[in-house]
């Protein structure tokens, strides 16, 4: 008779895999990746194509003639933190920007840490805030989408500039963000047209298209971006409230990375609480910070800023925040 | 809205192949070897030697100690040896070997049910006396002598008895065909567990992908009419945990350390209800049970009504024989089973189930770096945070493990299942609670 194998239970397993997770994200990154090349021309595909390229090559590169492990560029997170890094750079940024970008983004925020599994902080956003700081003219020159018609880049402020404008100049924000004084309809923060921004800060619908998939799939649970969205209108409707030269609750959800931050970035497996206590107190951190950020920083946007400091107290947050036992 | 447990469960595939078999006896294996050990606690002392001649239901070792089970001939022939045997457990222990000639029964075992007597008619004393000499044990496959459980320590006050007809472990139904097939029997089994127990409420719990073991027993429990109640659950996994099921139907939580019996309730599977049917009823000891055969492979898969001590080779013959592919054995299900050495281990009272594996899906995928999902934090029914406790477990940290509550783990395997790393949790978790045993041993004097 052959030789039986032995091992303790379970004897089965769900079928799950750390790919079918991974791929389930780019699969909700999908549509707005589509968006952002119809707004943006073939340059938001570049800008993509090259971060995918780069963090995938830095990956396997480190991996297989640095550390000398198997290489796992095959397990979609270097993907992922590719297409997630491009999504927050304007479409017009030089490519070998893109590429330094992935090589921090993979080689310090992923790699040095032993890989995924091990880093504290969100690759992508290690990149994205590492060109923020070191190229802070390249990062903040946003294109104004005009799709594949664009001949020379015509660049524009982002809506968020507006909320610093209107408290400089103490006037309602409705006032100061309306078509007539330069800004936009709200309507138009929801389906980006003609709003200028990073790949992925446009078209809040699409981002909440590949929100419902990844609820769908249970790749994700809701926790973490519904508290995010929750403490963002609560903090931005309370400032409101007090002063209407403070931007209300939907601007600030619509605009700028919230979606983007919110539904792909806060949520990343590693570098989030692991409890649903911890993922309230961890979404209503970033969201707060987001706010304040927004309203009294140096930066016009948070959000980036906002995940980073809360993924480095996410390990305290598991410290405290246990699930709830059985009895 | 069916009830069920909260927190966490999964949701294996069922696979229940063999729920549309009718039970059919085994035939007689040429010989038998009846562990000495089949239960919790401390092994029966042999009461015959080579060469006796025995009969079935004759009594051939007897329990020692208040934690302990008779065990009784499954077949009548002669002793050839008592040797230690390979058993589940992967561990040689002591066991009778009988070589089987004829099938005569032992003269105190009666054929029929209480010849001359009304069921109403025994006393506690007398079933729970009928229940020790049976030497019965839980049969779900925690082999816990049940006179033990039906004694409840003084001082606490059992209000409710649970039967368990969940069997939640995927392929098994075996407590399925006994539902559907013995109803009767089972409910007056649960009124002699009642007495026993001095309770007036008995709730039988059985998920609602059973509709035909729900439907009869709630006829039987219509002709009936005894006090007890049917209770439907929702499919969950792993809700024949004792705990979970009491907290899917009661609502109660049974705290850590504790049994169910500080929450005034007693739970019995319905395969443990049966015996002590046949116990009380017929003097009939516990040495035979139903078994599942099952497997994807298997050209047969079905319920076999088997003798204690079978090899599991002889089970696996009458589904068909052994598929050439076969990659794993296992005793009981797929989610707590054992995989066995060999088909030449034996059935013993707590085996509910055989399940064949074959080659491609015995073998567990390569475990890679935790990517810290949470999704074993989500499918832990005992609200324990599993990538912590392997963690832990990797660092040897044993005061930080028993802090984290690691004792809790009721090993229903359920983070393994769901780690889309394909950590090997529960080993390691295993190896944990074992070295805070130990810890909590060497403490216990001060
Ligand atoms: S399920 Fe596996 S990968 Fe996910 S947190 Fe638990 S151990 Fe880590
Ligand atoms: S085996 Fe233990 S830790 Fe894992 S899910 Fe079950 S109870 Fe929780």
């Not at chain 1, 995924?116 to 294109?143: C, D, E, H, K, Y």
């Not at chain 2, 009988?98 to 099938?103: A, K, N, S, T």
């Not at chain 2, 390569?366 to 499918?379: E, G, L, N, S, Y």
Request: hydrophobic share 45%.
């Amino acid at each position: 008779m052959n030789k039986l194998i032995i091992s303790p239970s379970p004897h089965v397993h769900g079928g799950d895999s750390i790919e079918r997770n991974m791929y389930g994200v780019l699969v909700a990154l999908l549509p707005a990746l589509l968006c952002s090349i119809l707004f943006f021309g073939w340059g938001a595909l570049y800008v993509t194509i090259a971060a995918v390229a780069s963090a995938m090559l830095f990956e396997y590169a480190i991996q297989r003639y640095l550390l000398k492990q198997p290489a796992t560029i095959d397990d979609g997170s270097a993907v992922i933190t590719g297409v997630l890094l491009a999504f927050n750079l304007p479409s017009t940024i030089p490519l070998w920007l893109v590429m330094l970008g992935a090589l921090v983004a993979i080689g310090i925020g992923k790699m040095s840490f032993g890989g995924l599994g091990n880093n504290i902080f969100n690759p992508a956003l290690v990149g994205r805030v590492f060109l923020l700081i070191s190229f802070p003219v390249q990062m903040t020159t946003w294109p104004v989408p005009r799709g594949f018609e664009t001949t020379d880049a015509v660049t524009g402020p982002t809506p968020l500039v507006f909320v610093k404008q209107a408290l400089r100049e103490h006037k309602p924000f409705v006032e100061v963000f309306s078509p007539a004084g330069g800004g936009r309809d709200l309507l138009d923060l929801g389906t980006g047209s003609g709003i200028g921004g990073s790949l992925g800060e446009i078209a809040a619908f699409a981002l909440l298209l590949g929100f419902a998939y990844l609820l769908i799939k249970r790749v994700i649970t809701w926790h973490i971006p519904v508290s995010i969205f929750l403490a963002i209108a609560l903090f931005s409707g309370i400032l409101h409230w007090i002063d209407p030269a403070y931007a209300g609750p939907l601007f600030h959800l619509l605009s700028g990375g919230v979606m983007l931050g919110a539904i792909f970035m806060a949520t990343d497996y590693v570098t989030s609480p692991m409890s649903p206590r911890g993922m309230w107190i961890y979404g209503t951190g970033i969201g707060a910070l987001t706010i304040i950020i927004r309203n009294f920083g140096a930066y016009p946007e948070g959000v980036s800023f906002a995940i980073l400091i809360m993924n480095a107290f996410t390990p305290l947050i598991n410290k405290y925040c246990k699930p709830k036992r059985f009895a | 809205m069916l009830k069920t447990f909260t927190p966490g469960g999964i949701h294996p595939p069922a696979d229940k192949l063999s729920s549309r078999e009718a039970t059919v006896p085994l035939p007689l294996p040429e010989r038998v070897a009846i562990p000495l050990s089949q239960h919790i606690g401390v092994p029966a002392t042999p009461l015959v030697k080579k060469g006796d001649r025995v009969k079935a239901g004759q009594l051939i070792g007897e329990a020692v100690g208040p934690i302990s089970a008779n065990v009784h001939s499954s077949v009548s022939g002669t002793v050839l040896d008592i040797e230690a045997v390979v058993d589940a457990s992967g561990y040689a222990r002591p066991a009778v070997v009988i070589r089987v000639e004829g099938d005569e029964w032992d003269a105190s075992v009666s054929r029929q049910e209480s010849p001359g007597r009304h069921l109403s008619a025994f006393s506690r004393e007398e079933i729970l006396a009928a229940i020790q000499a049976a030497g019965i044990v839980g049969m779900g496959g925690a082999t816990f002598p049940t006179r033990v459980k039906l004694s409840p320590p003084p001082g606490s006050e059992p209000g409710l008895l649970i039967i368990n007809g969940v069997e939640c472990e995927p392929f098994l139904t075996a407590d399925h065909r006994l539902m559907i097939e013995k109803s009767r029997e089972l409910l007056i089994g649960t009124r002699f567990l009642m007495k026993a127990l001095g309770v007036e409420q008995a709730v039988i719990g059985i998920e609602n992908n059973k509709p035909d073991a729900l439907a009869g027993m709630r006829e039987a429990v219509m002709k009936h009419a005894l006090g007890i109640e049917v209770c439907p659950l929702k499919v969950k996994y792993p809700q024949g945990g004792e705990k979970q099921l009491i907290r899917a139907i009661t609502g109660r939580r049974v705290p850590p350390g504790a049994l169910p019996i500080s929450v005034g309730v007693v739970v019995h599977n319905v395969g443990t209800v049966y015996a002590a049917y046949e116990a009380i009823t017929m003097h009939k000891p516990l040495v035979e049970r139903v078994v599942t055969v099952t497997g994807k492979s298997l050209s047969r898969p079905g319920n076999y009504l088997c003798r204690v001590g079978t090899p599991v080779a002889c089970l696996i013959e009458a589904a068909g024989g052994l598929p050439g592919d076969t990659g794993k054995v296992i005793a009981g299900g797929p989610m707590m089973g054992k995989a066995l050495t060999s088909t030449a281990v034996v059935v013993t009272k707590g085996t509910s189930g055989v399940l064949v594996i074959p080659e491609s899906e015995a073998r567990r995928q390569p475990a890679r770096d935790c990517i810290r999902c949470t999704k074993c934090v989500k499918a832990c029914p005992m609200g324990l945070e599993p990538y912590l406790l392997m963690t832990l477990g990797e660092y040897r940290q044993t005061e930080a493990l028993e802090r984290a509550r690691v004792m809790d783990c009721i090993e229903c395997g359920s983070c393994n299942f769901t780690c889309p790393a394909h950590r090997p949790l529960l080993d390691i978790i295993r190896l944990g609670k074992s070295r805070v045993g130990q810890l909590m041993k060497t403490r216990k004097p001060s």
